[in-house]
T-cell receptor, first 117, second 113 residues
Framework: GAVVSQHPSRVICKSGTSVKIECRSL??????MFWYRQFPKQSLMLMAT?????????EQGVEKDKFLINHASLTLSTLTVTSAHPEDSSFYIC?????????????FGPGTRLLVL | AQSVAQPEDQVNVAEGNPLTVKCTYS??????LFWYVQYPNRGLQFLLK????DNLVKGSYGFEAEFNKSQTSFHLKKPSALVSDSALYFC???????????WGAGTKLIIKP
């Protein structure tokens, strides 16, 4: 149980294009999803907290107009990197919290490697 | 300020030996503490957590962690290391709002055959 998927697993795009990353909770409903960014050999950086049906809460320093988050259902949240630039290249990971059971435990997707050329 | 510290960037252990990955925390209130493991180019997998109760918490893959309130520590342990335990380990604590976590910097665990 508590499986989270991400799609795509890897994406290469040209500078200036937009990229959408999907995060799905496969076998549970998630009221809250988190989006992280991870740089090589570094810890996770929380970008935003996404609650179903409401606007995402962004961490300080994260541009909400650049990183658009939509959490339209209890099983799907999307992160769109708009007008991507090479400095946006990173490993993006989502996580979700279950409605039932232990709500304090985050379950993570496998991550999406973004490379902007 | 609340924080989680993993003082070792890397820990090297011979296969079959016991391993310890250190974590200390500084949070307000009762701590909720977690250990996650990350394999190369993968997301994080939940290992174990301490919420309340016994100070020794048992988790996945034979790992356990000991909560020590006086030392504000939550070290991850395993009695006998496997080469397959080689990965990046993260300690985390509740930030206190909306289930957000404060993350340690991570410790790379290398188990040598």
């Amino acid at each position: 149980g508590a499986v989270v998927s991400q799609h795509p697993s890897r994406v290469i795009c040209k500078s200036g294009t937009s990229v959408k990353i999907e995060c799905r909770s496969l076998d549970f409903q998630a009221t809250t999803m988190f989006w992280y960014r991870q740089f090589p050999k570094q810890s996770l950086m929380l970008m935003a907290t996404s609650n179903e049906g409401s606007k995402a809460t962004y961490e300080q320093g994260v541009e909400k107009d650049k990183f658009l988050i939509n959490h339209a259902s209890l099983t799907l949240s999307t992160l769109t990197v708009t007008s991507a630039h090479p400095e946006d290249s990173s490993f993006y990971i989502c996580s979700a919290i279950t409605l039932a059971g232990f709500q304090e435990t985050q379950y993570f997707g496998p991550g999406t490697r973004l490379l902007v050329l | 300020a609340q924080s989680v510290a993993q003082p070792e960037d890397q820990v090297n252990v011979a296969e079959g030996n016991p391993l310890t990955v250190k974590c200390t925390y500084s949070v307000s209130g009762n701590p909720y503490l977690f250990w996650y493991v990350q394999y190369p180019n993968r997301g994080l997998q939940f290992l174990l957590k301490y919420i309340t109760g016994d100070n020794l918490v048992k988790g996945s893959y034979g790992f356990e962690a000991e909560f020590n309130k006086s030392q504000t520590s939550f070290h991850l342990k395993k009695p006998s290391a496997l080469v397959s335990d080689s990965a990046l380990y993260f300690c985390a604590a509740f930030r206190g709002s909306n289930y957000q976590l404060i993350w340690g910097a991570g410790t790379k665990l290398i188990i040598k055959p």
